[in-house]
């Protein structure tokens, strides 16, 4: 049972070092958030094989079901952010919003 | 085991795609084909409702959300990466993998398993019953959603 804990865990572990690359080298905000959803795949990879190893799928069926949700309203919020930084900046390169002025 | 290590593989492959590629269609469309993949993982975990919503709503309406975006955002393509990204960020990966692997197979030996206690009932029963406030949240995220999107795209007024 342990084991099978251990092998979800790697590949939760390597979904989310994914993301977190991809979040730190890519300038692209479409890109930035495509690592994030690479995120959010491993830490639903690692809830469901929790609960698929201790014998509790449903409880953690509820929960995945329950980030899903959260991640389509974080989407749907995050990519009109991102289309109105469009209109403003003409760009969707993120160092252009670090510049603070007007 | 084997199909569930190979979809697992196939999964970090096409995520590890979904940012490595320039063409941001093209990654859109890898993100979908691992969150298609997720959802087959959760179907042979036995979590059948997890996988229908992974395929449905993350495969299906994000991807849609994403590739609309691209569509509205035109010249998102000329955004110049750095050129050290191609090449570190496979280095970084593979040691990653291997310090991962590593530290797995110590752990493994060391820490053991958790208690687990089976459970009882239907889907419906947790659902409704045992995660009651997860629900109310659920619907406030939702709500939350949809006033930003919302105040985001209301017209201007003529005073502004």
Same mark, same amino acid.
């Given at each position: 049972?342990?084991?099978?804990?251990?092998?979800?865990?790697?590949?939760?572990?390597?979904?989310?070092?994914?993301?977190?690359?991809?979040?730190?080298? *890519? +300038?692209?905000?479409?890109?930035?958030?495509?690592?994030?959803?690479?995120?959010?795949?491993?830490?639903?990879?690692?809830?469901?094989?929790?609960?698929?190893?201790?014998?509790?799928?449903?409880?953690?069926?509820?929960?995945?079901?329950?980030?899903?949700?959260?991640?389509?309203?974080? &989407?749907?919020?995050?990519?009109?952010?991102?289309?109105?930084?469009? *209109?403003?900046?003409?760009?969707?390169?993120? +160092?252009?919003?670090?510049?603070?002025?007007? | 085991?084997?199909?569930?290590?190979?979809?697992?593989?196939?999964?970090?492959?096409?995520?590890?795609?979904?940012?490595?590629? +320039?063409?941001?269609?093209?990654?859109?469309?890898?993100?979908?084909?691992?969150?298609?993949?997720?959802?087959?993982?959760?179907?042979?975990?036995?979590?059948?409702?997890?996988?229908?919503?992974?395929?449905?709503? &993350?495969?299906?309406?994000? =991807?849609?959300?994403?590739?609309?975006?691209?569509?509205?955002?035109?010249?998102?393509?000329?955004?110049?990466?750095? +050129?050290?990204?191609?090449?570190?960020?496979?280095?970084?990966?593979?040691?990653?993998?291997?310090?991962?692997?590593?530290?797995?197979?110590?752990?493994?030996?060391?820490?053991?398993?958790?208690?687990?206690?089976?459970? =009882?009932? =239907?889907?419906?029963?947790?659902?409704?019953?045992?995660?009651?406030?997860?629900? &109310?949240?659920?619907?406030?995220?939702?709500?939350?959603?949809?006033?930003?999107?919302?105040?985001?795209?209301?017209?201007?007024?003529?005073?502004?």
């Amino acid at each position: 049972m342990t084991n099978t804990w251990y092998f979800y865990l790697f590949f939760a572990a390597a979904l989310v070092f994914a993301g977190i690359l991809g979040l730190l080298l *890519r +300038r692209n905000l479409i890109k930035l958030f495509i690592a994030i959803e690479v995120i959010a795949k491993g830490i639903s990879l690692l809830l469901l094989g929790t609960g698929f190893v201790k014998d509790n799928i449903l409880v953690a069926q509820t929960l995945v079901v329950t980030f899903i949700v959260v991640e389509v309203s974080l &989407v749907a919020t995050a990519l009109a952010l991102i289309i109105n930084i469009y *209109r403003q900046t003409k760009s969707l390169d993120v +160092r252009k919003l670090a510049r603070l002025k007007g | 085991m084997i199909v569930q290590t190979a979809l697992l593989i196939g999964l970090v492959l096409f995520s590890v795609l979904a940012i490595l590629l +320039r063409d941001l269609l093209k990654s859109a469309i890898s993100l979908a084909a691992a969150s298609l993949l997720l959802g087959i993982i959760f179907f042979r975990m036995n979590a059948p409702y997890a996988g229908v919503f992974e395929i449905s709503v &993350v495969a299906g309406l994000i =991807t849609v959300l994403f590739i609309l975006t691209i569509a509205l955002t035109k010249a998102g393509d000329e955004v110049r990466e750095s +050129r050290a990204a191609n090449w570190v960020f496979p280095l970084f990966f593979i040691a990653f993998i291997i310090i991962d692997a590593l530290v797995m197979k110590g752990l493994l030996r060391k820490i053991p398993a958790l208690a687990s206690g089976a459970e =009882t009932g =239907t889907f419906g029963d947790v659902l409704w019953k045992g995660r009651t406030f997860d629900l &109310v949240g659920q619907i406030a995220v939702i709500l939350a959603g949809v006033f930003a999107v919302l105040a985001l795209f209301r017209k201007r007024d003529k005073h502004d």
